[in-house]
């Protein structure tokens, strides 16, 4: 199969064009003036939303604030299992004084019957005279039709204020919402000159601790962390969260491993968190039956000799409810995702020192590209330094984030593979 083409089985594949008309419909922002406070006070809701990164999944994080005469007079942001949405939080406790106030809310109110009675109408009734959104709602079920209804109800309505940080929040939601896979972030810790190990050392541990703490803050926004059972093999790893916020849906722990290779006696099944292995129809019997022994799921999946079908395990994880899959490599399983199209985000966390050696592990392996043209282009959205380190926040140009920078762009550069979405968004 040539590396740059896309799988279209599964019903998950449709052209690019398709695909930014879709997400550019979703964020239309509405244009208008924001002052100083106002931004003040959507900062102040952001913060909320991220602070509960970690406990709004499989719904988005949200928060929101009600301002009245210049003070702030409720807050709250969505946990899923307290079922109440932000806008709810904030209202109850702002009581009479939402009356006439003004509500900044991350995402646009829902106007659908879910757990909830739609916020639309809690907001009317409260007597909010403005409501100033920061993105509009992905959710093919809501997108543009609160607003539409708040407006209706003789509410002002400002949208689209920081729309990119409040994309950001709900970049996993909004990918699963409208395509059935989840939002797939990579993530590698590598030295300056891109290898993740040595030949003598398979993990020289190379991020520094503010390296690996970057990289839980990215287990926190994720529900699944997938690795290759060559890093199983070599590393022994725990795949935990160990962060600092609060996570309250546990990690699923996901290892491809074709044959089922794992050791059933690998660190990954020492703490509670719940832990899928894919492998192939294939794969031996008595493996299986040692791995379920451990407490593992092991789902079979179709693929070749060494390799399973990702996109049908990026539809398993879909239905699981999983919003976003941090994939932490190794090498092989970097190459498979990015030569698929399947990357939406990468993160190169890059630690100053050089490791060199002709047979050190490359952050990126399988068989490369044969030329700079043909490569996969990134766009970097964001760099900054974690302690020693550099993180690159990079987009591919078959992202299909909201925020990723090539939505913005007419140019898409050619051979690179459309990425694998849903034409059935659910
Ligand atoms: N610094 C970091 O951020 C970091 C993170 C993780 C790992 N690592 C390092 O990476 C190295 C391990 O990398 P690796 O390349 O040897 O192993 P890997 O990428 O972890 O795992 C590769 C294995 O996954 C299986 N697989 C299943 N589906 C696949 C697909 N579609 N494409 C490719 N492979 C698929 C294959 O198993 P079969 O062999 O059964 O076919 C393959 O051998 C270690 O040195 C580890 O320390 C570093
Ligand atoms: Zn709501």
Request: proline share 8%; charged share 25%.
């Amino acid at each position: 199969m040539p590396i740059a083409s896309a799988y279209t089985g599964y019903g998950f594949s449709f052209p690019r064009s398709s695909r930014r008309s879709l997400l550019k419909q979703s964020d239309e922002p509405i244009e208008t003036m924001f002052d100083a406070a106002d931004r003040k006070f959507m900062k102040k809701a952001l913060s909320l939303a991220e602070k509960g990164l970690g406990m709004a999944s499989p719904n988005p994080s949200v928060g929101c604030v009600i301002v009245n005469a210049g003070r702030i007079v409720g807050q709250g942001r969505h946990e899923y299992a307290r079922v109440d949405h932000a806008e709810v939080h904030a209202l109850r406790q702002a009581g009479e004084l939402a009356r006439g106030a003004t509500a900044y809310v991350t995402l646009e109110p829902c106007c659908h019957h879910g757990r909830t009675p739609p916020c639309v109408h809690r907001v009317i009734e409260a007597g909010i005279r403005r409501v100033v959104v920061g993105r509009t709602d992905p959710n093919p079920a809501v997108s543009g039709r609160g607003i539409e209804i708040l407006r209706s109800a003789g509410i002002q309505v400002d949208a689209g204020l920081m729309k990119e940080e409040a994309g950001r929040i709900i970049e996993p939601f909004a990918c699963r919402i409208t395509s059935g896979l989840p939002l797939v972030i990579s993530k590698v810790g590598m030295s300056l000159d891109g290898k993740i190990g040595t030949a003598r050392n398979a993990d020289p541990s190379i991020s520094s601790p503010e390296g690996k703490e970057f990289g839980h803050s990215l287990r926190l926004r994720t529900d699944a962390l997938l690795v290759g059972v060559g890093t199983v093999l070599a590393d022994n790893p725990l795949l935990t969260y160990r962060g600092k916020l609060p996570k309250a849906r546990p990690l699923l722990r996901v290892i491809l491993d074709p044959m089922l290779q794992t050791p059933p006696a690998s660190r990954v099944f020492e703490n509670p968190s719940p832990v899928l292995v894919f492998c192939r129809d294939a794969a031996p019997g008595a493996c299986r039956q040692q791995l379920e022994d451990r407490g593992a799921e092991v789902v079979s999946v179709p693929g070749s000799e060494d390799e399973l079908d990702l996109v049908a395990v990026l539809a398993e994880l879909g239905k699981r409810d999983v919003l976003g899959l941090l994939v932490e490599g190794g090498s092989r399983i970097h190459w498979a995702f990015l030569s698929r199209g399947l990357v939406d985000v990468f993160y190169f966390i890059i630690a100053p020192l050089v490791l060199g050696g002709n047979d050190a592990v490359p952050s990126v392996g399988g068989r490369g590209y044969d030329s700079a043209a043909e490569a996969l282009k990134f766009r970097i959205r964001k760099s900054f330094h974690v302690g020693p380190d550099i993180v690159l926040e990079a987009y591919p140009s078959c992202s299909r984030s909201i925020i990723s920078p090539w939505l913005s762009s007419d140019t898409v550069p050619s051979g690179v593979p459309d990425p694998v979405t849903s034409s059935d968004p659910k």
